[in-house]
T-cell receptor, first 115, second 114 residues
Framework: AQSVTQLGSHVSVSEGALVLLRCNYS??????LFWYVQYPNQGLQLLLK??????LVKGINGFEAEFKKSETSFHLTKPSAHMSDAAEYFC?????????????FGDGTTLTVKP | DGGITQSPKYLFRKEGQNVTLSCEQN?????MYWYRQDPGQGLRLIYY???????QKGDIAEGYSVSREKKESFPLTVTSAQKNPTAFYLC?????????????FGAGSRLTVL
């Protein structure tokens, strides 16, 4: 069984500040891990994914995430927040080789960026 | 450009009515999925289909039905048996092969029961 916990349903940062969105997972087998972004009234868009190659994964829009097996974490970071980063972010986990559509999603973290 | 088209964007339904949400993709993806999203919650899988004329229940299939008569289309019917249908519904698809673990989403349909 898999599960995902996103710590903090709301995160607020100032423009130009570091963005850190936390995700912890549990999985009985090696996982694939994903971060998606959702803008209001839109679908989800893939930011980045971990599929057991490099532990530091770079994604779109300057985001990156580091897979830490010992901490069962996959936190999302961006060095400098931009107003356009305001959105909801979802972490997801699936078993390697499992149908991606059966991923388990976290409850989401809403990011607010203050001017 | 390839993608997933969901319609309608907004839909209002009276209690006791069935409604059908459309999902069409031109990505040539084999697998398609329907999710339900409620405020403050992650996505929950309703139904999925990995091949034409075949589909499986997800975690919350009660009160919903689907069909997959064409590769491109995977409509979802919200029946009167669904007790709390007001939600945001998302359709997604994946290809087979090495890219199989990335979901492509449509823009969603928001259903409100009056």
């Amino acid at each position: 069984a898999q599960s995902v916990t996103q710590l903090g349903s709301h995160v607020s940062v100032s423009e130009g500040a570091l963005v850190l969105l936390r995700c912890n997972y549990s999985s009985s087998v090696p996982p694939y891990l994903f971060w998606y972004v959702q803008y209001p009234n839109q679908g989800l868009q893939l930011l980045l994914k971990y599929t057991s190659a490099a532990t530091l994964v770079k994604g779109i829009n300057g985001f990156e995430a580091e897979f830490k097996k010992s901490e069962t974490s996959f936190h999302l970071t961006k060095p400098s927040a931009h107003m356009s980063d305001a959105a909801e972010y979802f972490c997801a986990v699936s078993d390697q080789g499992t149908n991606a559509g059966k991923s388990t999603f976290g409850d989401g973290t809403t990011l607010t960026v203050k001017p | 450009d390839g993608g997933i088209t969901q319609s309608p964007k907004y839909l209002f339904r009276k209690e006791g009515q069935n409604v059908t949400l459309s999902c069409e993709q031109n990505l040539n993806h084999d697998a398609m999925y329907w999710y339900r999203q409620d405020p403050g919650q992650g996505l929950r899988l309703i139904y999925y289909s990995q091949i034409v004329n075949d589909f499986q229940k997800g975690d919350i299939a009660e009160g919903y039905s689907v069909s997959r008569e064409k590769k491109e289309s995977f409509p979802l019917t919200v029946t009167s048996a669904q007790k709390n249908p007001t939600a945001f519904y998302l359709c997604a698809s994946t290809p087979t092969g090495s890219g199989a673990n990335v979901l492509t989403f449509g823009a969603g349909s928001r259903l409100t029961v009056l």
